[in-house]
T-cell receptor, first 110, second 114 residues
Framework: SQKIEQNSEALNIQEGKTATLTCNYTNYSPAYLQWYRQDPGRGPVFLLLIRENEKEKRKERLKVTFDTTLKQSLFHITASQPADSATYLCARRRDDKIIFGKGTRLHILP | NAGVTQTPKFQVLKTGQSMTLQCAQDMNHNSMYWYRQDPGMGLRLIYYSASEGTTDKGEVPNGYNVSRLNKREFSLRLESAAPSQTSVYFC?????????????FGPGTRLTVL
């Protein structure tokens, strides 16, 4: 079945460095992948969508890549700040629904 | 616009009690969803509604029922609550048919079943 896998270990990054989060999927490539941010006690918030035919997408300090050969999406935050600390979720289409990975907790250390 | 609103924010139930979680969106979205989120399990889809008048089961529908009351409102009912239903419940909506667009989430309902 089609799955989404994210590293469930927390990621600690020094402020100012680039944080890179990984999302791996199984089976065939989805038409697109989505990335969401979730803060404690709140609902997820959509950040970026990257389509299968797009190699890279950027939004301010955020960059997402989509590698159909590796079946992987990478999510980068450049010049990271403590305010970027949150859980980041990857999502893909499965049948007529969207399924989410378990998320990766990111801590930006001052 | 308020976006997606959910009530209540917190609820404590005893085993066997029933309750309805309410969700409303003011973005004129066609599709609405109910998820539960548990530690280590991520977000799991309970039920969804692609459009007004339709509902479909998600990944974990057992023990729940839903009603798409109109285009704005989508409620989730627990007929006989069980401790395994202790969770955080999120409602979400999206503008097009399921899976073709981004999802907008509500603030969540934290439910404890004793």
């Amino acid at each position: 079945s089609q799955k989404i896998e994210q590293n469930s270990e927390a990621l600690n990054i020094q402020e100012g460095k680039t944080a890179t989060l990984t999302c791996n999927y199984t089976n065939y490539s989805p038409a697109y992948l989505q990335w969401y941010r979730q803060d404690p006690g709140r609902g997820p918030v959509f950040l970026l969508l990257i389509r299968e035919n797009e190699k890279e997408k950027r939004k301010e300090r955020l960059k997402v890549t989509f590698d159909t050969t590796l079946k992987q999406s990478l999510f980068h935050i450049t010049a990271s700040q403590p305010a970027d600390s949150a859980t980041y979720l990857c999502a893909r289409r499965r049948d007529d629904k969207i399924i989410f990975g378990k998320g990766t907790r990111l801590h930006i250390l001052p | 616009n308020a976006g997606v609103t959910q009530t209540p924010k917190f609820q404590v139930l005893k085993t066997g009690q029933s309750m309805t979680l309410q969700c409303a969106q003011d973005m004129n979205h066609n599709s609405m969803y109910w998820y539960r989120q548990d530690p280590g399990m991520g977000l799991r889809l309970i039920y969804y509604s692609a459009s007004e008048g339709t509902t479909d089961k998600g990944e974990v529908p057992n023990g729940y029922n839903v009603s798409r009351l109109n285009k704005r409102e989508f409620s989730l009912r627990l007929e006989s609550a069980a401790p395994s239903q202790t969770s955080v419940y999120f409602c979400a909506s999206s503008p097009l048919a399921p899976s073709t667009d981004t999802q907008y989430f509500g603030p969540g309902t934290r439910l404890t079943v004793l």
